[in-house]
């Protein structure tokens, strides 16, 4: 009588074990699922930056200065020139105040009146993805009106 309760029991643990092993990989899969979806939506937002510094330049022939880029992304906010709303500022999807996970904006070059502030005739933002992007491996990178390359163009 005691050999079917200790076959049972060691089912009952091969049970328990392969469920452990599912679980485990499970995990694994969505955390890895997740990493991507950060960084799709890291070229995605610079997509969408990239656009809205090009409306900018068209209404203000300048980029903004970095207070301005700070205030409204540290907000969410609506990035405006003289009234006219350009594009709302994203944040890195990771971004909790780590500087590590944040869009850092530059303006690049000498300031000059426009937008009803002060403008530049050039910027970068960097950014970091975590994994492999169609950029190539996790690290930093930039986006300038040149486009997005992984080399600083204004070091």
Known sequence: RRAPRRESRVLLLVVVAI???????V?????NARLKS???????DM???KSGMDIYYSLGSGYPAVADWNTAQTNHAQLSCS???AFVVPQDPKYNGDPTFTYTYTA??????GCGSTVYPDYKVRFQTEG???LGSAGIYYLS???LTSTDPYP
């Open 132 to 134: 492999i992007t169609s």
């Open 38 to 44: 950060r960084d799709a939506k890291r070229l995605s």
């Open 145 to 147: 009106p040149k486009g």
């Open 19 to 25: 469920i452990g092993l599912l679980a485990s990989l």
């Open 83 to 85: 009234g006219q709303p």
């Open 27 to 31: 995990i694994v899969s969505l955390g």
């Open 108 to 113: 690049v070059g000498t300031g000059i009146s």
């Open 47 to 49: 997509g969408q930056v």
